[in-house]
């Protein structure tokens, strides 16, 4: 005796085969066939046929050649759907008599589904994609020793920090700055909103290699000069509550009590998903 | 002997399993060992024998693979799996009990 699984796994190979490697499945049938045919001839010739007569009686005895070709892949694709047929009734008897067994798998299943999907929308977002960024290999975040160890690091630098290294020729080719300022409430028109905002450096966009989507691009000179003001939406922000509207260039916001102009919108791809990250001074 | 008689509906299986419980066969040798057996009384037409064969081996009672045949012509032999033989056992016991039946009716009723 074979374990109980293996007819059932015999069945599985063989309509794989049937599916995936139809040639190979017709191949062997004409062999299957014409060995037949040729058998039928050799009899034929035996019993002193003349060969000419003996392949016609042989085909004439065997038949549609073909007819028995169609009838054979009928046979197994008909089969395939039977199969699949009489094994979701067999599933669905099952279920109907334990119920509670029935849920129980249900929701295992359910479980299980789920909590990979899970783990794997973290590992897919953390490890296999990059950042929708040009050189993201190239890109470092700068910390310092934050306490009298060195196990514990901080994003905090002074500003006169920033700008030391920022000018220094090595060993970055561009540093910017960012300051994440956190939920904040935002009027753009009528209607007030809480959003995300991060304050950055005016050579933010250039230094990660992010294109826009919409506008001008920022330029060091937006902050340096003193003008500030001018706002980055995200795409995502622009979206939602835009309607991705071109028109929105240019409009005046406000953040607190505080004006902005909305200078431009990074391309999609670039784009992060929060809503807003608005552009003040160094 | 009159003409080859058909094949009673339902039996081509069971001589088809029987048939290679012995030893793996190709197609015309099954057919050949049929009619032999039967003192020629039996005949299986090609156009039922191989979409049979076909059938069997999706149900994953018999199982075909390519070999050479003694003349040194490629064949698909086909050999009898476990899941067959069982299967045979079932269809010996169940063509006992039909024939006897009609046994019975014919010989005393």
Known sequence: ?282 | MGKPTDLVQGTLDLLILKTISLEPAHGWAIAKRIQQVSNEVLQVQQGSLYPALHRLEQQGWIKGRMDETETGRTAKFYSLTAAGRSQLEKELASWDRLSSAINLIARLA
């Not at chain 1, 849920?103 to 999907?117: D, M, P, R, Y």
């Not at chain 1, 090595?170 to 540093?175: C, H, I, K, T, V």
């Not at chain 1, 910017?176 to 991060?198: C, I, K």
């Open chain 1, 1 to 282: 005796m074979s374990w109980p699984g293996s007819r059932s796994f015999d069945k599985l190979r063989l309509r794989f085969r049937s599916v995936a490697r139809r040639t190979g499945v017709d191949e062997q049938l004409d062999a299957e066939l014409a060995f037949h045919l040729d058998q039928q001839i050799v009899e034929n010739l035996a019993a002193g046929m003349k060969a000419e007569e003996a392949g016609f009686a042989a085909r004439r005895v065997i038949g549609g050649i073909a007819q028995i070709k169609d009838q054979c892949r009928d046979t197994r694709r008909v089969g395939w759907i039977m199969d699949a047929a009489s094994d979701v009734r067999f599933a669905l008897h099952t279920f109907a008599r334990a119920p509670a067994f029935a849920a129980t798998i249900v929701g295992t299943l359910a479980l299980g589904i789920g909590a990979n999907t899970a783990v794997f929308s973290i590992a897919d977002a953390l490890i296999l994609r990059t950042l929708p960024l040009p050189q993201p290999a190239r890109l470092v975040q700068v910390l310092q020793p934050d306490g009298p160890g060195l196990e514990q690091f901080g994003e905090r630098f002074s500003l006169e920090d920033y700008h030391r290294m920022r000018d220094a020729p090595r060993p970055f080719a561009q540093l910017a700055a960012e300051t994440g300022t956190g939920q904040t409430s935002m009027l753009a028109g009528v209607s007030e909103e809480s959003v995300r905002r991060d304050s950055v450096s005016g050579n933010y966009f250039g230094a990660l290699g992010i294109t826009a989507a919409m506008g001008r691009t920022i330029l060091p000179e937006d902050v340096e000069g003193g003008r500030g003001g001018v706002a980055v939406i995200s795409y995502a922000f622009w979206k939602n509550r835009f309607n991705l509207d071109p028109r929105v260039i240019g409009r005046s916001i406000r953040i607190e009590k505080d004006h902005f102009e909305i200078a431009w919108i990074p391309s999609r791809r670039a784009s992060r998903t929060d809503p807003m990250a608005a552009l003040r001074c160094e």
